[in-house]
């Protein structure tokens, strides 16, 4: 990977870490140790194709199926104990009280992210997130920024401001895809 920095505004920060995401997912889905040449042409095609618009983001639906079939464990950690529904953006940040914005979570969960931004408590947790929740979490923040007219601005500017999520917790390195999972374990 060359040095040169492959983002500058918000809508390239946010294809960047979901092109790293689609890598994530074709070598977790594969069973690789780790990457190789075919996953970085995915993620460089990805990228210029998100870009270019010739290619986009799934939509949320897609996701909404998924979480349909996982069922009520929390979409977390998998577990089945004191679920509730929970805020990816947090209702205090401004986060809405809408299908795309919530999500199944247990109690431990809930109450260890608290009011963090969902990459904050990734952070935090010092573990990836099923890569899952890392696209819906993309998605929202690819949609806000598109309804707020963020999308063309730089990644810095942003950073400065008040948003229901935090700009500097968007994943740009994803761990080797053995350390990765595409959705909770189902028990
Ligand atoms: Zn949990």
């Known amino acids: 990977m060359g040095k040169a920095k492959k983002y500058e505004t918000i809508r390239e920060l946010i294809f960047w870490s979901y092109a790293n995401l689609a890598m994530a997912h074709t070598a977790v889905e594969r069973n690789q140790e780790k990457y190789g040449t075919f996953n970085y042409v995915i993620r460089a095609k990805l990228f210029k194709g998100l870009k270019d618009e010739t290619m986009n983001m799934r939509t949320i639906f897609d996701d909404e199926k998924i979480k349909l079939q996982t069922g009520q464990i929390c979409n977390y ?84 401001m008040e948003l229901p999520f935090k700009v500097g917790y968007i994943p740009t390195k994803y761990p080797k895809p053995r350390e990765l999972k595409l959705n909770v374990d189902l028990e």
Do not use: T
Request: aromatic letters at 10%; a neutral charge; charged letters at 35%.
């Open 77 to 160: 950690c998998g577990s089945n104990e004191k679920l509730a529904l929970d805020h990816i953006f947090a209702q205090k940040m401004g986060g809405k009280d809408d299908a795309e914005n919530l999500i199944f979570a247990c109690r431990s969960c809930n109450s260890s992210k608290g009011k963090k931004d969902l990459m904050e408590w990734m952070n935090y947790r010092e573990e990836f997130l099923p890569l899952m929740i890392i696209r819906r979490y993309l998605k929202l923040v690819f949609r806000y920024c598109s309804e707020n007219g963020l999308l063309e601005k730089m990644v810095e500017e942003v950073k400065e």
